[in-house]
């Protein structure tokens, strides 16, 4: 079993930067691939990006170049360093695990546990 908790949202200008984590519990946390998602209202939940076990990444077309995904762990952490943000990033931010070490999937149906998420807000 995994528990993940979010943190790190909030509200910042377009432009501006925020870095999210996500803290895992578990002792098979650092064979999980870990990946966020994203909800804004009133659409459907889409990935944003997704490290493995051995740290390749993934990224969705709208974020890359902007976002980094990274895992430190030791800290049973993953973050979300996102930079350059725009109106269209406004969302709730989900993290998940997948059991699978080596996946880097983009498909939420493949994650196995999931945080609370936590809110961010970009204004213009």
């Known amino acids: 079993q995994v528990q993940l908790v979010e943190s790190g949202g909030g509200l910042v200008q377009a432009g501006g930067s925020l870095r999210l984590s996500c803290a895992a519990s578990g002792r098979t946390y650092n064979s999980y691939a870990m990946g966020w998602f994203r909800q804004a209202p009133g659409k459907e939940r889409e990935f944003v990006a997704v490290?493995?076990?051995?740290?390749?990444?993934r990224y969705a077309d709208s974020v890359k170049g902007r976002f980094t995904i990274s895992r430190d762990n030791a800290k049973n952490t993953v973050y979300l360093q996102m930079n350059s943000l725009n109106t269209e990033d406004t969302a709730v931010y989900y993290c998940a695990a997948d059991r699978s070490s080596y996946r880097t999937s983009p498909t939420s149906t493949t994650y196995d546990y999931w945080g609370q998420g936590t809110q961010v807000t970009v204004s213009s």
């Open positions: 490290i493995n076990w051995s740290g390749s990444t």
